[in-house]
């Protein structure tokens, strides 16, 4: 059974930064394709920032240039670092995970205040 467990989140004034962790257990991680989606209040979940088993990313481009997304396969874990956030970054942060199937964190809750 694949698990994906997220951490990281929390409340930062705008311009702070966050580093979200997701760890994943009961696959093969190093040949997951890995992505972080979030969902703001009132609005659909759209995908943040993806990365393939060969490690290229790809981002929206809302967060290019501030958010960066990286994987290790040794920990099972994919980051994703968040600089200059701003308060339209609030929402739900999502970490999913595909290979056979596609698998779905908790959320972490992620506040930027003005």
């Known amino acids: 059974q694949v698990q994906l467990v997220e951490s990281g989140g929390g409340l930062v004034q705008a311009g702070g930064s966050l580093r979200l962790s997701c760890t994943v257990s009961?696959?093969?991680?190093?040949?997951?394709?890995l992505g972080w989606h979030r969902q703001a209040p009132g609005k659909q979940r759209e995908a943040v920032a993806t990365?393939?088993?060969?490690?290229?990313?790809n981002y929206a481009d809302s967060v290019k240039g501030r958010f960066t997304i990286s994987r290790d396969n040794a920990k099972n874990t994919v980051y994703l670092q968040m600089n200059s956030l701003s308060p339209e970054d609030t929402g739900v942060y999502y970490c999913?995970?595909?290979?056979?199937?596609?698998?779905w964190g908790q959320g972490t809750q992620v506040t930027v205040s003005s």
């Open positions: 009961g696959s093969i991680f190093s040949r997951m394709f």
């Open positions: 999913i995970a595909l290979l056979t199937g596609t698998y």
């Open positions: 990365i393939t088993n060969s490690a290229i990313t």
